[in-house]
Nanobody
């Protein structure tokens, strides 16, 4: 059974940092590209970053490039997102997923709320 459990969200001031973590299960984690997405009410969910199955190859959307870092631990089936220099526009619910499984199952975990405000 596919499962994603995101954690680490919270409320921070602009310029602050948070580290999100996602525990995944129910599929071959180490064989899948993993990604973080975010969504604000009234808008579509958007890709933030992804990381290759073996790690070492990362992609970032321009709006987080240089501020966020994605990493994974294939021994623990976890994927993290280190978020630095947070801006109010980073406020959203953040989700992790396996890129190849989204279209097949359209399953999402509960996400974790990140709020950036003064």
């Amino acid at each position: 059974q596919l499962q994603f459990v995101e954690s680490g969200g919270g409320s921070v001031q602009p310029g602050g940092s948070l580290r999100l973590s996602c525990a995944a299960s129910g599929f071959a984690f180490s064989s899948n590209v993993m990604a973080w997405y975010r969504q604000v009410p009234g808008k579509e969910r958007e890709l933030v970053a992804h990381i290759a199955a073996a790690g070492g190859s990362e992609y970032y959307r321009d709006f987080v490039k240089g501020r966020f870092a994605i990493s994974r631990d294939n021994a623990k089936n976890t994927v993290d997102l280190q978020m630095n220099s947070l801006k109010p526009e980073d406020t959203a619910v953040y989700y992790c997923n396996a890129v190849a499984l989204i279209h097949k199952y359209n399953y999402w975990g509960p996400g974790t709320q990140v709020t950036v405000s003064a």
